[in-house]
């Protein structure tokens, strides 16, 4: 057996490796699974393991946005809670859902580094602070998703 071809015994290059997939793909697909797990000589429940402990990793292919709200204490002493329940019944999905048409995938997220600012969220990549229902109408509204 070539060295090429044989499996890796470095198991700590499977983190990034589904890091590099997730960039490319959006999520981590089923049938990337078995691959990884010969790739990197550990077994599928490892790799399973290694994806459900880690939040940000997705295994069903995200909506055309992404709309992360911050449910660390800070946010959740500015009414974050009250926020995700408006967000929730307003998108009809819970978090780590996205809406039936594809438009919108709701994410929990621990600490968006503007606790001076909440509640905040992260909406396709870009920071918003001292959000309330209206303003998160708004935001969904100027993307065409509400």
Same mark, same amino acid.
């Given at each position: 057996? =070539?060295? +090429? /071809?044989?499996?890796? /015994?470095?198991?700590?290059?499977?983190?990034?490796?589904?890091?590099?997939?997730?960039?490319?793909?959006?999520?981590?697909?089923?049938?990337?699974?078995?691959?990884?797990?010969? &790739?990197? !000589?550990?077994?599928?429940? +490892?790799? +399973?393991?290694?994806?459900?402990?880690?939040?940000?990793?997705?295994? &069903?292919?995200?909506?055309?946005?992404?709309?992360? $709200?911050?449910?660390?204490? /800070?946010?959740?002493? $500015?009414?974050?809670?009250?926020?995700?329940?408006?967000? /929730?019944?307003?998108?009809?999905?819970?978090?780590?859902?996205? &809406?039936?048409?594809?438009?919108?995938?709701?994410?929990?997220?621990?600490?968006?580094? !503007?606790?001076?600012? =909440?509640?905040?969220?992260?909406?396709?990549?870009?920071?918003?602070?001292?959000?309330?229902? +209206?303003?998160?109408?708004?935001?969904?509204?100027?993307?065409?998703?509400?």
């Amino acid at each position: 057996m =070539s060295q +090429e /071809s044989a499996p890796r /015994s470095d198991q700590a290059g499977l983190l990034p490796a589904l890091h590099r997939l997730q960039d490319q793909l959006g999520y981590i697909p089923d049938h990337a699974i078995a691959d990884l797990a010969r &790739t990197y !000589n550990v077994s599928r429940a +490892e790799v +399973e393991g290694v994806i459900g402990f880690y939040h940000d990793f997705r295994r &069903t292919p995200p909506g055309r946005r992404r709309l992360q $709200m911050c449910r660390a204490e /800070s946010c959740q002493a $500015m009414g974050a809670d009250a926020l995700a329940a408006h967000a /929730s019944g307003k998108l009809g999905v819970g978090f780590g859902a996205t &809406t039936a048409d594809g438009a919108i995938t709701l994410e929990a997220a621990y600490c968006l580094g !503007n606790c001076a600012c =909440s509640p905040a969220l992260m909406l396709d990549g870009r920071l918003y602070g001292r959000i309330d229902a +209206e303003r998160l109408d708004e935001l969904l509204a100027e993307g065409g998703a509400a």
